[in-house]
């Protein structure tokens, strides 16, 4: 049975005790010490100021430069092992708008005071507030729970606010990629994947679209919900299935948005010590409002008619979602109209709420060719997860193989398997929760308490630190795994006293249909 090398665990719990970061950098929107471009700066080139753990020879092939790629790469390289990442396009995609990334998975900065000191000076601390469709206000300014004071006490890592810029986030990650030498290949697409697994020799590998082949010890699937990965680690293709929601999303200048003097009067966001993060509420349907100094975010999550589809194609007509919102709820407050108006064409999208039931095996037999992030498991934005666990993953992959070093890759990678799926099942099921608050509002019940229409950010999503939870539970899955389940294991890293199974949309679907009450159909402590 391969043993855990208790000495890198050692090194570990060093490293993490000098590398522990105190948050200091500004609000959003102060100058000192910054370029024009907003990036922190530096005389530095290289990433001399991370502390990086003694190699461990493992190779790593990284399929995606997303975020979740992205992340996966920098914390494999952090952790020891030798780094590439192969990404379709041929160079970084700097498009998007807004993300909710939970402390859980950026506690990990503390590691990398450089991007920590970037990203939490790039973000956006918004306070949000809770207003029924035609204007009534219900709850708010607040912040969001997890950085309610009390929440805050003991918390290591930056401060994180509720809004990630996509495009400046990623822009950190890959500034902190190239300085820390990290090999991305642009232009690279990846049309499948297989794995050697034998006596003489056991890698992962991926066949180019030229029909060059490379291999690693390991194989990261980071391509996202259609990853080609799936006919080796699951045998199909995942179906996808209709949630039964769609998105309307833009983003642009607040500029723009704030010449309309409505607008202006409305969300001036001039002199406001926190950005405006804005829920309008109507039966079935929901608008964010977000506005910033440099930015305008906006969202309409409705019923799916079918006009929806997953594509990023930017081609709806403003018009289009006043129609949208008079339709399913009359009689919204003339403000919301207005802002809705401002958008730009051509910078509107219309996103299909796809739903892919979650499947629990997440690498291939042989253990060399792993998922992370969408090509394991898809979210709804509703849930304020997505990118948070696609994090988490990436953390947690980087330290199990470190921990099981290069003679136990196949176990390792399905030690990481085995910590992450119930987790990630149960951050799945917030999604209808939050949008069963939204769109079928108990207002009675709100009307008593107004503060339990703040969206929900459980305890145990944002307090768990995965980097440590793969420490302290390693070597107790590992040896469940070889001994064929016959030894005690249970994972702590989900709602307590929850008695885990596994889910389907359509059980879902059916209870929200029969009237049920998801979060109070819970068992456990969500809170």
């Given at each position: 049975m391969p043993s855990i090398d208790t000495q890198t665990r050692t090194q570990g719990n060093n490293l993490d005790s000098q590398s522990t970061h105190q948050s200091t950098a500004p609000s959003h929107g102060q100058e000192n010490g910054h370029t024009a471009n907003g990036h922190r700066s530096t005389s530095k080139d290289d990433a001399s100021d991370v502390k990086r753990y003694p190699s461990t020879g493992?190779?790593?092939?990284?399929?995606?430069?997303?975020?979740?790629?992205?992340l996966c790469a920098l914390e494999s390289w952090r952790k020891g092992h030798d780094v590439q990442v192969l990404e379709r396009s041929p160079s970084p995609v700097y498009t998007g708008d807004n993300i909710t990334i939970q402390p859980s998975a950026l506690s990990i900065l503390r590691h990398w005071p450089r991007l920590c000191k970037q990203i939490e000076y790039e973000q956006y601390d918004c306070w949000m507030s809770y207003y029924r469709h035609t204007g009534e206000h219900i709850y708010g300014p607040s912040p969001p729970v997890f950085n309610d004071p009390e929440n805050l006490v003991g918390r290591r890592g930056p401060h994180v606010g509720f809004m990630q810029s996509r495009i400046k986030m990623y822009k950190a990650l890959i500034q902190q990629a190239e300085r820390s030498k990290i090999d991305i290949r642009w232009g690279q697409r990846v049309v499948d994947f297989y794995e050697i697994d034998c006596i003489r020799v056991s890698v992962g590998g991926v066949v180019l679209e030229n029909g060059e082949r490379?291999?690693?010890?390991?194989?990261v699937a980071a391509d996202g919900i259609k990853t080609k990965s799936n006919k080796l680690i699951r045998g199909h293709d995942v179906q996808p299935r209709e949630s039964g929601l769609a998105v309307y999303r833009t983003a642009y200048s607040s500029e723009l948005a704030l010449l309309d003097p409505v607008v202006r009067e409305r969300w001036n966001p001039a002199g406001l010590e926190h950005p405006i993060w804005e829920f309008w509420l109507g039966p079935g349907i929901h608008v964010v409002i977000a506005v910033m100094d440099d930015i305008v975010c906006l969202g309409l999550t409705h019923k799916d008619d079918g006009s929806a589809t997953e594509s990023?194609?930017?081609?709806?007509?403003?018009?289009?979602?006043?129609?949208?919102?008079?339709?399913?709820a009359p009689g919204w407050h003339p403000a919301v109209s207005a802002i809705l108006r401002t958008a730009p064409k051509g910078s509107i999208i219309h996103w299909k709420l796809m739903w892919r039931d979650l499947s629990d095996t997440w690498t291939s037999s042989g253990g060399?060719?792993?998922?992370?992030?969408?090509?394991?498991?898809?979210?709804?934005?509703?849930?304020?997860n997505g990118a948070s666990q696609a994090?988490?993953?990436?953390?947690?992959?980087?330290?199990?193989?470190?921990?099981?070093?290069?003679?136990c890759v196949s176990n390792a990678t399905k030690v990481y398997n085995l910590l992450r799926y119930p987790r990630v099942s149960c951050a799945q099921k917030m999604a209808f929760v939050n949008s069963q608050i939204k769109h079928a509002t108990d207002w009675d019940a709100i009307a008593e308490n107004p503060k339990q229409i703040r969206t929900?950010?459980?305890?145990?999503?944002?307090?768990h630190d995965p980097e440590d939870y793969a420490y302290a539970k390693f070597g107790q899955a590992l040896h469940h795994l070889l001994s064929g389940g016959n030894t005690d294991f249970q994972n702590t890293n989900f709602p307590s006293g929850h008695k885990f199974r596994r889910w389907t949309i359509d059980e879902v679907r059916e209870e929200m249909a029969a009237g049920v009450d998801i979060e109070q159909a819970l068992d456990g402590d969500w809170s």
């Open positions: 493992i190779s790593v092939l990284i399929v995606g430069a997303g975020m979740g790629g992205m490379m291999e690693a010890d390991v194989v990023w194609n930017p081609n709806v007509d403003p018009e289009e979602l006043l129609k949208t919102m008079e339709r399913e060399r060719v792993v998922q992370v992030g969408d090509s394991a498991h898809s979210f709804l934005p509703s849930s304020g994090i988490e993953d990436a953390i947690t992959l980087a330290t199990c193989l470190q921990l099981g070093g290069k003679s929900r950010f459980p305890r145990w999503i944002w307090s």
